[in-house]
């Protein structure tokens, strides 16, 4: 879960985000990358944003859970725009988990990884947080 994440944003996929309206500049970037042959993390935040990607051919998709307007965080967003999508589609949540539980939740659910970043950047010790993290679902 946890490196399978990893592995996937950190070394081979773009990440492209579908917002502003750009919808003909996501798509031109996301068909480019594949042309390339790479993987892409499509990012969403609303289902509107979701059908859009969908309709590209998705290969993995992050839901956002954070307003970019308001920078407010709702993770209910995750499940509801997971219900959504495909089986067959890789689905990352992003964005405020803060307890393992929160984790197990999400793998329990099928979501194949996690963003964290506030979490551990505001972490005394980001290590030992990361270890308590990933208890919930090792």
Do not use: M
């Not at 939740?105 to 964290?116: A, P, T």
């Amino acid at each position: 879960f946890i490196d399978h994440i990893t592995r996937v944003v950190g070394y081979f996929t773009p990440v492209s985000q579908w917002n502003d309206g750009k919808k003909e500049e996501f798509k031109e970037l996301y068909f480019y990358a594949r042309k390339l042959g790479l993987s892409v993390l499509s990012e969403v935040h609303s289902e509107e944003e979701l059908e859009e990607v969908l309709s590209c051919g998705a290969d993995i998709i992050g839901i956002n859970n954070r307003n970019l307007s308001t920078l407010k965080v709702d993770t209910e967003n995750s499940f509801k725009l997971f219900n959504k999508i495909p089986e067959t589609v890789p689905v990352i949540a992003e964005s405020g988990y803060n307890k393992p539980e929160e984790l197990a939740e999400l793998k329990k659910r099928g979501f194949k990884g996690v963003l964290i970043g506030t979490s551990l950047v505001t972490a005394e010790n980001p290590e030992e947080k990361l270890k308590e993290l990933i208890k919930g679902v090792v």
